[in-house]
């Protein structure tokens, strides 16, 4: 997006709301399936879309970040667990990670703790940059894909 200049649009950060639901599953799926293409597809969207409305936008903080009306990202906090973190292929590499981030770190100010697949470079060394440590990594036992996967957690200060 890029003005008459040729300068990019910046993004709007905002409160998700259920009318998102759409748009949450659509970026939550482009996303995974561009870093992850090794994960198993193990919902479709429909499913997806009805896990946002009905579990994720009702009991998490969810925030969006948009670009000309359109939800391109989303993070979604929960008891100082950061449970989402996806940016929609196409929006990568401006910055809103690192926004939505920010807006995760200041949902849950005493600190946050999110999982992320081992295998999922690109996203550890995101996390590691923006201050997490590695706390415990697990054999993917616990996770429905059966993917091993990595804790990190960040505390202020």
């Known amino acids: 997006m890029a003005d008459g200049e040729g300068r990019r649009a910046a993004a709007r950060l905002r409160p998700a709301t259920p009318a998102d639901a759409v748009a949450l599953a659509a970026v939550h799926h482009d996303a995974r399936e561009q870093a992850m293409p090794w994960l198993p597809r193990l919902h479709p969207r429909a499913e997806t879309r009805a896990w946002f409305t009905d579990v994720v ?3 998490q903080v969810v925030t969006v970040a948009e670009e000309d009306s359109r939800v391109v990202a989303l993070s979604a906090v929960h ?3 950061l449970e989402q973190l996806y940016v929609a292929p196409g929006a990568q590499g401006r910055g809103l990670g ?8 200041r949902a849950s100010p005493a600190g946050l703790r999110l999982h992320v697949f ?3 470079a690109r996203a550890r060394a995101f996390y590691e940059r923006s201050g997490f440590v590695l ?11 059966g993917e091993p996967d ?8």
Do not use: I, K, M, Q
């Open 79 to 81: 008891e100082g667990w």
């Open 135 to 145: 706390v415990g990594t697990s054999d993917g036992s616990t996770t429905e894909e």
């Open 57 to 59: 936008l009702p009991s």
């Open 98 to 105: 690192s926004a939505l981030l920010d807006a995760a770190r």
């Open 150 to 157: 990595a804790t990190y957690a960040w505390s202020p200060g």
């Open 118 to 120: 081992a295998r999922n």
